[in-house]
């Protein structure tokens, strides 16, 4: 049993969370259920026996929720033609967090001394004293911040995400978190503390040096400490003018920045009662003295629907060279996003300096791609003794690391690399008999996993991190495939919907915060802007929530609206700011918009997709006259779109493989041109010796345009090539994530001279998608794979391939290799779906919940 799309049911902000669950192995389909809460002093409801075969996102069939309340739920199940039920399900339990404003005590308190807000400001730790005269039988914070926090009570840390509370659009949603505090209490004395940070709230962030205070000037911590005793009496502790403040040994902090760190100012109790001391004969600690108290509005707080960051994987260096007399290198092997943790020891005033970058030049790191984020962290030693340290309040995108002024010999065991992302439940694999088709498809895994921090980004590294509505637009389908991301991608979206501006224009990227000159005032764009209608349909599909399209319906239908009035009657978009096929190969480095396609025929094509899949929204959610015209809308700009861009024959006015690999895969030209248009792309694709020359645009479409119109051959060729640029070039040049650019390292070594040159970007690796449905052989063919279609179709050499996505309903997976008579597959169908198996030469085979045996020879003789 789970809720909505939580990886547990502590602290939810629905009042009726929908219900999911997965049936029992061998049970085939559900012809029936019942539901059981419990919502304790012996009041249990039983819904009774529902017919039907609903198993994921269930409406609550209870009464609301009420804030704090706690309720057991358990689900039975009937097979068809079943006499008795299944067995119970194991008791999930769901908790309410705070869903009334009013529920809210705490209010944002931070440091009471006057600081710079033009200058980088020395973070501040909060704390208060209390006391629980009896013993403890639950306790509950509910905490948030302006800024980062992290909390500890009595010396003890409080969970285990960073960043907190994330990044959302701050004015309106800010997020709290619920954590179980029960086992951190004891009757008698208490203290609850706090570090706090800059973050993305008032941090210097974004262009061109960064924009300080973004969302406010201070640095503050909401918290609400609830705590029930054994009598059934309450204590609330909540953030308020009782709390003290004081500098940390934290001296600065900053994503971009790193962080400095002055060990000798650390009094490792200081989160714990009694422990108010400054530590003396340093001028940058001072007195514990009263907080100064600010103002939110408990109406903006608001329950996550996600996980958070947390730190999934350590990682040791694989080499450490010693570069002279204070310098050592650290490969770690892998391209990550996250931060060292070292133990070290050595005299008082020390200095150990971090220095993190992707990529080696001539031997050093290579910070110019980083441009202004410094990505520098520095730990000062209190010569106490051994100390382990990470850093608390930033992240670095990075494989080497340069460490400077390391006392004695540096070994591999003193120094890790701790991996963090959105701790998202894994849910794709794939791999096949090509080892760099492999590692292609692991650097896609490891591109989203430093991708997605919070938000989903556009790089980790540099000074940008922004959440660009393009990138995930075409990795969405990827993405959905390798993790369960439904419910990070929901809060986005929401995001998204919020920055929207008045006519309908979707941002570049979301969060809004100041930008270049290119990027304010805002513009529509085609492609970024259409994340508005198609990363939810995607989700939809993926995960099979009407709900999520319903709550983002609005901000879709705006974005179409305003597209038809940009478009006018001729139902074309050919006037005003368009990015066109970015990154094309062959835009010169300092313009990436200037590629071979024609960039308002990026966008007619664009605007016709959109309005085709607004109507399948509308469709779904019942209403039938959006549909109608949305549907008629998308007819009549694909007819504009092919008087305008086609000819009879097929051929494109902007002969590149991206104008044909849109309009085959959007549906654009009639029967007579497609086949025409797809061989004219083959050709194109073959005239280059299979080298890639599509941008973000086309990428992602080009091989299911080839695969669909009968060039399968072609496509593998594409995937297989090794020649820059390719898929696989990186891959052969050592890369162990997605380049922003195909060339973001040139085969000489050097780096490519544009000023966008990300070695952590995931967009080019949107072809996973088609890795996993063509290669790998599985595609969804209803929301939520209920139903599945199997079809792998093998080439280019590859002769095995294993494919498997945790759906909703359960696993299913496809595990094919060639064989002397054909192929022999091994398919696994999730309990509750049903999937159609076609393998090569075969008519195609229905097939219900289970494991099953395939081979193409014996279809293909009794076929005959």
């Known amino acids: 049993m789970s809720f909505e799309h939580l990886p547990d049911g502590l602290g939810v902000g629905d009042p009726a969370p929908r219900l999911s669950w997965t049936l029992p192995p061998g049970h085939g389909f559900q012809e029936a259920y019942e539901l059981e809460l419990d919502r304790g002093g012996g009041t249990v409801r039983r819904t009774g026996r529902v017919h039907g075969p609903d198993q994921v996102l269930v409406a609550w069939p209870g009464e609301p929720l009420t804030s704090r309340e706690r309720v057991t739920v358990r689900v039975r199940v009937w097979s068809p033609g079943a006499a008795e039920p299944s067995g119970w399900s194991k008791p999930s339990v769901v908790e309410a967090g705070l869903l009334d404003p009013a529920d809210w005590r705490a209010v944002p308190v931070g440091a009471g001394w006057d600081e710079d807000p033009a200058a980088a400001r020395q973070p501040a730790r909060i704390r208060r004293d209390f006391r629980l005269e009896r013993p403890v039988a639950r306790a509950r914070l509910y905490v948030t911040a302006h800024g980062l926090y992290e909390v500890e009570i009595n010396g003890r840390r409080v969970g285990d995400e960073v960043l907190a509370p994330g990044w959302t659009v701050y004015p309106h949603r800010l997020r709290y978190r619920t954590h179980d505090v029960t086992e951190h209490l004891t009757q008698g004395a208490n203290t609850i503390a706090a570090w706090l940070g800059d973050g993305w709230y008032r941090g210097k962030y974004g262009f061109d040096g960064g924009t300080r205070n973004i969302y406010g000037t201070d640095q503050s911590l909401i918290a609400q400490l609830e705590v029930t005793h054994d009598d059934g009496t309450t204590l609330v502790v909540a953030t308020d003018g009782t709390w003290h403040a004081a500098p940390g040994p934290i001296l600065t902090s900053g994503l971009y920045e790193g962080e400095t760190f002055d060990a000798r100012l650390a009094d490792d109790g200081w989160s714990t009662p009694g422990h108010t001391r400054s530590v003396s004969g340093h001028t940058k600690t001072g007195a514990w003295t009263p907080v100064r108290i600010g103002s939110r509005d408990p109406a903006t707080l608001v329950a996550p629907s996600g996980p958070p960051v947390r730190c999934t994987q350590e990682i040791t260096p694989v080499t450490v060279t010693r570069l002279d007399d204070r310098r050592h290198l650290l490969d770690f092997g892998q391209n990550l996003v996250g931060r060292l943790r070292v133990t070290v020891d050595g005299p008082e005033g020390a200095e150990i300096t971090i220095r993190h970058a992707e990529v080696l030049q001539d031997g050093e790191l290579a910070t110019r791609p980083l441009r202004e984020a410094h990505a520098t962290d520095t730990l000062i030693l209190s010569g106490r003794g051994p100390l382990t340290w990470e850093p608390r309040f930033t992240l670095h995108g990075f494989r080497y690391t340069e460490i400077t002024g390391w006392p004695g010999e540096l070994t591999p065991e003193a120094v890790s690399a701790r991996v963090y992302h ?443």
């Open 422 to 864: 959105t701790d998202m439940r894994r849910t794709g694999w794939f791999e096949c008999s090509d080892p760099l088709v492999n590692r292609l498809h692991e650097n896609v895994v490891w591109s989203m996993r430093g991708n997605f921090v919070d938000i989903p980004t556009d790089c980790p590294q540099r000074d940008e991190r922004l959440g660009w509505t393009g990138d995930i637009q075409i990795f969405a389908p990827t993405a959905s495939f390798l993790y369960d991301c439904a419910g990070m991608l929901d809060s986005w979206l929401t995001d998204v919907g919020l920055e929207q501006l008045p006519d309908g224009t979707i941002p570049w990227y979301v969060p809004v915060i100041p930008g270049e000159p290119m990027w304010t005032p805002i513009q529509p764009g085609a492609a970024w802007g259409d994340v508005a209608t198609l990363t939810p349909w995607t989700l939809y599909q993926r995960f099979g929530d009407p709900a999520l399209l319903r709550r983002h319906y609005p901000m879709a239908k705006a974005w179409v609206d305003l597209v038809e009035r940009l478009a006018g009657p001729s139902r074309l978009w050919d006037t005003g700011f368009q990015l066109g096929d970015w990154l094309d190969p062959a835009a010169p480095p300092d313009d990436p918009a200037a590629g071979r396609t024609d960039r308002y025929l990026v966008a007619t094509a664009y605007f016709a997709h959109s309005a085709r899949h607004l109507a399948l929204t509308a469709a779904e959610l019942g209403e039938t006259r959006d549909a109608e015209r949305y549907r008629a809308l998308a007819q009549e700009t694909a007819d504009a779109f092919r008087h305008r861009y086609v000819s009879a024959s097929g051929r494109m006015t902007s002969d590149s493989p991206t104008a044909y690999a849109l309009a085959l895969v959007f549906g654009l030209l009639t029967q007579q041109q497609r086949q025409a248009a797809g061989d004219r792309l083959a050709q194109l694709v073959l005239a280059d010796d299979a080298r890639i020359a599509t941008g973000f645009v086309g990428t992602p479409l080009i091989c299911d345009a080839l695969t669909d119109t009968g060039h399968l051959d072609v496509a593998y060729r594409l995937l297989t090539q090794t020649e820059c640029p390719s898929w696989l070039y990186p891959v052969t040049m050592g890369a162990t994530t997605i380049w922003e650019r195909w060339d973001s390292m040139r085969p000489d070594g050097t780096l490519n001279p544009g000023g966008m040159t990300s070695f952590n970007h995931y967009a080019l690796g949107a072809v996973a998608d088609w890795l996993h449905r063509v290669v790998g052989g599985i595609t969804p063919t209803a929301p939520g794979y209920r139903e599945v279609a199997l079809r792998p179709r093998p080439g280019g050499g590859i002769t095995w391939a294993r494919t498997r996505h945790d759906t909703p309903y359960g696993r299913v997976s496809l595990a094919w290799e060639t064989t002397d008579s054909g192929l022999t597959a091994r398919a696994d169908v999730p309990e509750g779906c049903r999937a159609t198996a076609e393998l090569p030469g075969c008519p195609p085979v229905l097939l219900g919940p289970g494991p099953h045996v395939l081979d193409s020879a014996e279809l293909a003789t009794r076929a005959a």
